[in-house]
């Protein structure tokens, strides 16, 4: 038997009564034939039978604010690709961006769901983390691709289901940490200046990676008495991790983010010993084998959904890492609030978050969750929350 909620039942009626009231202007046109036709039409009235999913894929260009650059380079416009799943009107929204460095672009991302458009477009939606499943033997090759899918598909089931994400995981949003705002390396004065701009924060993440890397954190330091994090996106050698963590220690620096080479697994060994600061791996910590790999090398670990594809395996990593003791931590890309939105929702399965995406973009494309001086602030929508803005 099928069961239906609320929203879909008036959803179905409204459709319905539609339909009907279309049939006196038929009748007129058909004349003397007025009374079979009407009885046919009613008979065959298109909402009798619930819709599958309908994949659709689009392109956005989302610009930064101001040129967004860490250790490995610069962005200013950012690809990406959003992926919807539309059901009986009800919509489901999912992000990627195109990213070569992790070797996923929009076009092999549009390829990876192609073939996979088949099976999604065979069936109605039901526990994603089934569908995950079931199409991971296609899409495990471009985990971007697999991510931007399982996205729109919680989304759209919390949407369908009348709940969001998080509360549909058991979880309560009563001790969820704060996000972090990012400052990209630029000459020391435009990073002050940066974090001028973004008042409030409890916490700053700061990307470095530089010759004068001591120098912009003693900058920052006189600027603000916030917290700070380092990110040197695997800049730094064993050597001059260890040695720079000392000095960052002293200046407030509570961990830092992948400091060295993600292939540079035997030397972490004397990093995590010696390093005055707790290290979190990121470039390292991949997928859901990652989590295992990295423990007892780091401190804890960054998962990042386009990564480990999707919000399925990326709260089974989140898990797996509380269960062993690791810090956990969820990162973005330079993101809309479509991805950014889908990442918030293992919130309260985090010690530290990085959910800034939304605020280094110039043209978000959506709307869900916000940040308020590092508050992340949940929308009253269901699903990821998600509302397209055209
Ligand atoms: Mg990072």
Known sequence: MSRFTRRQFLARSLSTAAAI??????????GQKRHRFRKRKINTLPTSRPQNMKLTLSHFELKTKRPFTISRGTTVVQSTLIVTLEQD?????????????????????????????????????????ELWRELDPKLSGNRFAQNALDQAAWDLWGKVCGQPVWKMWGLTLDNCPPSDYTIGIDPIETMVEKLKEMPGFPVYKVKLGTKHDLEIMQALRKATDAVFRIDANQAWSPEETIEKSHALKALGVEFLEQPMLREKW???????????????????CETEDDVARCDGLFHGVNVKLPKCGGMTPGKRMLEDARRRGLKTMVGCFTESSVGISATAQVLPLLDYADLDGILIIANDIATGVTIDRGRVIFPKENGTGVKMLK
């Open 266 to 284: 035997k030397d972490m060994e004397k990093v995590v010993r010696e390093s005055a600061l707790p290290v979190i791996a990121d470039e390292s």
């Open 21 to 30: 009231s279309l049939a006196p202007g038929v009748e007129a046109a058909a």
């Open 89 to 129: 009107g009800i919509r489901g929204y999912g992000e990627s961006n195109n990213y070569p460095f992790y070797g996923c672009t929009l076009e092999n991302m549009g390829q990876a769901l192609e073939s996979v458009r088949g099976h999604v477009e065979s069936r109605r939606i039901g526990d994603p983390a």
